[in-house]
């Protein structure tokens, strides 16, 4: 005697269906951006630490800290960057033991330029949409960034630990 149940689905593999799909969708928008900025070769990492550089100097393991990437490869890049006269590394004058990362002026000219060009594409997704889905995709991405955001108490005292060090150094070499 053959069954004719249907076959249980579970609701957990249609969401990882789901948000696979979404990856993909979302990594076709970031590589079309990508490749409308054929001017700079900088890789997603670089532009990071272009964005957290952009607001204050950093040490090193900061930056590994906050984009949570291997601090040798943080190094290796930073160095890089440095070969590119994009920034300098520099021992921190208040604890020689430290060192502090600063754009440079072309640097500084590149991280505006950077940021101009993807406040562009951001203003030019939302002006293709009616003001009703801009406040939905907003929303949207509100949730998810709140949803995904899952940092422990302990890390946030660490992250503002090294922040206020690193703010610290910074307000120090200003002033100098």
């Known amino acids: ?3 004719n ?10 969401r990882v ?5 979404f ?3 979302y990594a076709r928008r970031l590589k079309d951006a990508e490749m409308a900025d054929k001017t700079r070769e900088l890789s997603f990492t670089e532009m990071r630490i272009f964005h957290e550089l ?3 100097p950093r040490t090193p393991g900061w930056l590994s800290c906050r984009l949570n990437l291997d601090a040798g490869y943080v190094t290796r890049t930073l160095k890089t960057m440095e070969a590119c006269r994009y920034l300098t590394i520099d021992l921190w004058q208040h604890d020689r033991r430290q060192r502090v990362v600063t754009l440079t002026r072309f640097g500084c000219d590149v991280y505006r330029e950077l940021r101009s060009f993807r406040e562009g594409l951001a203003r030019n997704t939302l002006e293709e949409l009616p003001q009703r889905q801009q406040r939905k995709l907003i929303r949207a991405m509100t949730v998810i960034e709140e949803v995904l955001t899952r ?3 302990a ?4 992250r503002s630990a090294e922040a206020q060090l690193t703010d610290a150094g910074s307000a120090s070499a200003r002033a100098s």
């Open 23 to 25: 990856d993909h969708f």
């Open 151 to 153: 940092d422990s108490l």
């Open 17 to 21: 269906q789901r948000m696979l799909r």
């Open 5 to 14: 149940q249907k076959r249980r689905i579970d609701p957990l593999d249609i």
């Open 1 to 3: 005697m053959a069954t």
């Open 54 to 56: 952009g607001q204050l």
């Open 155 to 158: 890390n946030l005292l660490e």
